[in-house]
């Protein structure tokens, strides 16, 4: 306890001798030393832990080669041979053709129209190859950004020409489109093969719910302007709805691709045998050459489509607005409505409610709101304004397929139906002034 004792004990040279003698102090202690079978179980053990490591690495799946040019350049023929819209593409330089040769414009307006379907059948291919090599929230993603491409161009396209009303019509006739005539040919096409057909209720909810929130979105500004001639006020309006839009897209895109994943699962109970997991056939670079060689196609063709979409509706005598709500969706998204009546033909009815609601969810919620922005940015006054009788057209539209679709089950009837309501809006689009 002395001051002196603490002193000689913090010293580091005392530590170390210390450290270095015995009980005694006189003879440096020695390691312990392990008896020949301990050694050995501890070699044993070493090798057995040896020979788990090599078998788990030589378990694990080594990762697919790097495809080689031939092997890409015949997946690149095999996409564009593997579907029968592909046929089409022979329109594409016939557009370019007749728009420098100085056809009619109507020409230039049919082939150019009829050549965009395959080119976004090619490019959903290119997304969902660029998918294979990313995980299943950024493949979610991906195929979400870019489902809508074509639309998006071809409507910033619009908005460098001034065309605000084609702009708004082939927008509103896309989301139109999808809920009735998609819709409408997979619930009749698909209930004539099987008597009653079951989706997921809860995600059909969901998909409503929102389709109801952009009703709100779309009446609101409408409300406004009936009732207010500032114009100045309606445009901050209706930018500032599409910035909450646009908020609750991502928001949705969070709660189904992350949180709630499971409730977009496809159940199918028809069958129990186990999918093989698709490989792609295409590596990252080889998707992102076809994804950049096609989007810059489809720029191409929608510049002459929108460049002739005038003189077309003056040739053939057909109001813009007809065109723009029921010729342009009907014909530009043919590779969807394929697509939702082949799955429903197989009694995959998320799939089809997948392609027809969820691409109209898509575009009211992502589509729409981005132009609203690009608008502003550009300087172009668009707003959420859709006229009164497109409003009361979408507020039905909605309201009908939610009634048919909220109990998550179908039938051909009411698939009837929709196709009945949908050649009603056409009708009434075509004579509306």
Not at 124 to 131: C, M
Not at 223 to 237: G, H, Q, V, Y
Not at 280 to 289: H, R
Request: proline letters at 5%; aromatic letters at 8%; glycine letters at 6%.
């Amino acid at each position: 306890s002395s001051p002196r004792l603490c002193g000689s004990l913090m010293d580091p040279s005392n530590l170390l001798e210390v450290s270095a003698t015995g009980d005694e102090g006189n003879a440096p202690r020695s390691a312990p030393k392990m008896s020949l079978p301990t050694t050995i179980r501890l070699v044993m053990r070493s090798k057995r832990l040896a020979k788990r490591i090599r078998e788990k690495s030589a378990s694990r799946p080594k990762p697919p080669p790097s495809p080689t040019l031939v092997q890409t350049l015949r997946a690149y023929w095999n996409i564009v041979t593997g579907n029968w819209l592909n046929v089409l593409l022979v329109t594409a330089p016939l557009a370019v053709l007749s728009y420098f040769l100085g056809w009619p414009k109507y020409l230039t307006f049919l082939f150019s129209l009829l050549c965009i379907c395959p080119l976004s059948w090619i490019l959903g291919q290119a997304t969902e190859e660029l998918a294979m090599h990313t995980n299943q929230t950024l493949g979610g993603l991906l195929n979400a950004t870019f489902g809508n491409a074509v639309e998006l161009i071809v409507s910033i396209l619009a908005l460098k020409s001034d065309l605000l009303d084609v702009v708004q019509a082939s927008l509103l006739g896309s989301i139109l489109g999808n809920l009735l005539l998609v819709l409408g040919c997979a619930f009749l096409l698909g209930g004539i093969r099987y008597k009653v057909q079951v989706f997921n209720d809860v995600a059909a909810r969901t998909n409503s719910s929102l389709l109801l929130m952009v009703v709100f979105g779309v009446c609101v500004p409408a409300a406004f302007r009936i009732t207010s001639d500032d114009e100045t006020k309606l445009l901050e309006i209706s930018r500032f709805t599409a910035i909450v839009l646009f908020a609750i897209y991502v928001l949705f895109l969070i709660f189904q691709l992350k949180t709630h994943a499971h409730l977009y699962e496809e159940e199918n109970g028809e069958s129990d045998e186990e999918e093989e997991p698709e490989t792609p056939s295409l590596s990252v670079v080889g998707a992102l050459v076809l994804l950049s060689i096609t989007t810059v196609i489809v720029s191409v063709e929608a510049e002459l489509l929108v460049d002739s979409i005038e003189a077309t509706a003056v040739d053939l005598n057909l109001p813009q607005r007809f065109i723009g709500l029921i010729i342009l969706p009907i014909v530009g998204n043919v590779a969807e409505h394929v697509t939702a009546i082949t799955v429903a033909r197989k009694n995959k009815m998320e799939l089809a409610l997948g392609v027809a609601v969820g691409s109209s969810t898509q575009i009211a919620l992502s589509v729409i709101p981005l132009l609203v922005l690009v608008a502003w940015m550009m300087g172009k006054p668009l707003d959420l304004y859709f006229k009164m009788f497109e409003t009361v057209v979408l507020v039905l539209a909605v309201l009908v397929v939610n009634s048919v679709s909220g109990n998550g089950q179908s039938n051909w009837l009411e698939g009837a139906m929709l196709l009945g309501a949908y050649l009603i809006v056409a009708v009434a689009f075509f004579f509306h002034p």
